[in-house]
C-alpha cells in the first residue's frame, strides 16, 4: 500500500494529517543494529528483526530496490499502523477511490487517527456509498523515506514477516500512478512467493508444506470471492435497483459462504472463515484490487518455470507499458523462455 506525503505544512487537512503521522512515525526510528546490540531487547524481537534483515536479503535476489528501507524499528503501538476507508457508490463492486498529487488515483484513504477513519466512514455511509474499513499494519513511501519496522508489522510468523516486507518493497521498486489493481496485485503474488521460498530455505520441509497450504488455502477463499463479484457486477448490470436485486444480492453471499464452509482447507477452518468474511461491495471492491489477478500471475510463474526472479524482472518491466496488467499477463518474451529456471518449490 502507497502513501506519499505531498502536503507538509496545511494544518487540518487530510494530507496534513498524513503528513503528521508520517513525521511522527520517522522520529520515533531506531537503527535496527542498535536494537539488536541492545542486551535489553527481547528474544522474540530480536529473531523478528533478524527475520526481517533475511527478508531484506531475499528481496535484493529477487531483483528488488532495498536501499535503507526496513534498516530501522519503531515500537509502534496496536495492530496497525493506518485505518484504510474504501468505499463504493450504489450500484458499483469497484472502489470509487480518489485521486492524489504523484499518486495518482487510488482505490482507498489511509488515516494514522483511527476516529478519522471512523468519522470519514459514517459521512461516507450516510452519503449513500458502501463503506469497508479495514487496519493496515504497513505501507510504502515509494522510496521518499526510509521506511521503519514497526510492531504491527511484527505480528505474524516469519513467513508472513517476510511476505509483509516483500510486497511493500514491491511497491518501492516499480509503481504505476492510478493502477492500482496492478500494483497491489504484483506485490500480494511477490510477496507470497516469496514467503514460501523463505519457509523452504529458513525452515523444515514441514514448514515450507504448511506455508504452500496457507497460500492455497487463501487463493482458494480468494477465487470464491472473486467468483461473488462477478456475480454481482452481473447482477447489478442486469437488474434495476430495487427489492428484487437485494434479495438477488444476499442470495449470492449465502451461496458463497457455503461455498467457502466447504473447501478443503488443511490448515484453516472453513466454517468460521465464511462466517468471518466481509462481503459488503467495498469490501469485495478492495480484495478484488489485492488478489482478483492472482490466478493469472501463477499461470505467468508456471510458464517461466517458476522462476520468481524472472516474475519479478517481467512485472517490473511491464510497469513501463500503457496495459501493465495485459503485458505482464501476455505470453513471455523469448528470452525469458530461454533463460534458465529455478524450479518452484
Not at 522510496?143 to 510468523?157: E, N, V
Not at 510486497?167 to 503474488?189: I, K
Request: aromatic fraction near 6%; charged fraction near 25%.
Amino acid at each position: 500500500m502507497p502513501i506519499v506525503i505531498v502536503c507538509l505544512s496545511v494544518s487540518g487537512c487530510y494530507l496534513g494529517h498524513l503528513a503528521r503521522g508520517q513525521i511522527d512515525l520517522l522520529r520515533q526510528r531506531v537503527p535496527i543494529s542498535e536494537v539488536l546490540s541492545d542486551s535489553d531487547t527481547s528474544p522474540d524481537l530480536r529473531s523478528d528483526l533478524e527475520t526481517v534483515q533475511a527478508a531484506r536479503r531475499l528481496a535484493a535476489e529477487l531483483g528488488l530496490e532495498v536501499q535503507g528501507q526496513y534498516t530501522s524499528y519503531v515500537a509502534w503501538p496496536g495492530d496497525r499502523v493506518v485505518t484504510v476507508v474504501v468505499t463504493t457508490l450504489p450500484g458499483e463492486i469497484e472502489p470509487a477511490g480518489q485521486t492524489f498529487p504523484l499518486i495518482g488515483r487510488v482505490p482507498y484513504r489511509g488515516y494514522f487517527d483511527l476516529h478519522r477513519a471512523e468519522t470519514e466512514a459514517r459521512r461516507q455511509r450516510e452519503s449513500g456509498r458502501d463503506v469497508c474499513v479495514v487496519g493496515v499494519p504497513a505501507y510504502s513511501t515509494l522510496g521518499w523515506f526510509d521506511d521503519p519496522i514497526t510492531g504491527p508489522m511484527l505480528q505474524g510468523d516469519d513467513a508472513d514477516i517476510v511476505q509483509l516486507i516483500v510486497h511493500e518493497l514491491v511497491h518501492g521498486t516499480f509503481y504505476v500512478n492510478g493502477q492500482a489493481r496492478f500494483n497491489e496485485g504484483v506485490a500480494t503474488f511477490i510477496g507470497e512467493e516469496a514467503g514460501i521460498r523463505y519457509a523452504k530455505a529458513h525452515g523444515s520441509t514441514n514448514d515450507a508444506r504448511q506455508q504452500r497450504e496457507r497460500v492455497a488455502e487463501r487463493r482458494l477463499v480468494q477465487a470464491e470471492l472473486s467468483r461473488l463479484r462477478d456475480s454481482i457486477q452481473r447482477l447489478y448490470r442486469n437488474q434495476a435497483a430495487g427489492p428484487a436485486r437485494s434479495k438477488a444480492r444476499t442470495r449470492l453471499e449465502h451461496e458463497t459462504r457455503d461455498r467457502v464452509s466447504a473447501l478443503p482447507l488443511p490448515q484453516g477452518d472453513p466454517s468460521r472463515i465464511a462466517r468471518e468474511l466481509r462481503l459488503n461491495d467495498a469490501c469485495l471492491a478492495l480484495s478484488g484490487t489485492y488478489s482478483a489477478d492472482l490466478p493469472r500471475y501463477a499461470s505467468v510463474l508456471e510458464a517461466l518455470g517458476g522462476d520468481l526472479m524472472s516474475f519479478t524482472a517481467r512485472a517490473r518491466q511491464a510497469s513501463e507499458a500503457p496495459d501493465p496488467r495485459a503485458t505482464l499477463m501476455g505470453p513471455p518474451l523469448r528470452e525469458e523462455a530461454e533463460r534458465p529456471s529455478q524450479a518452484a518449490p
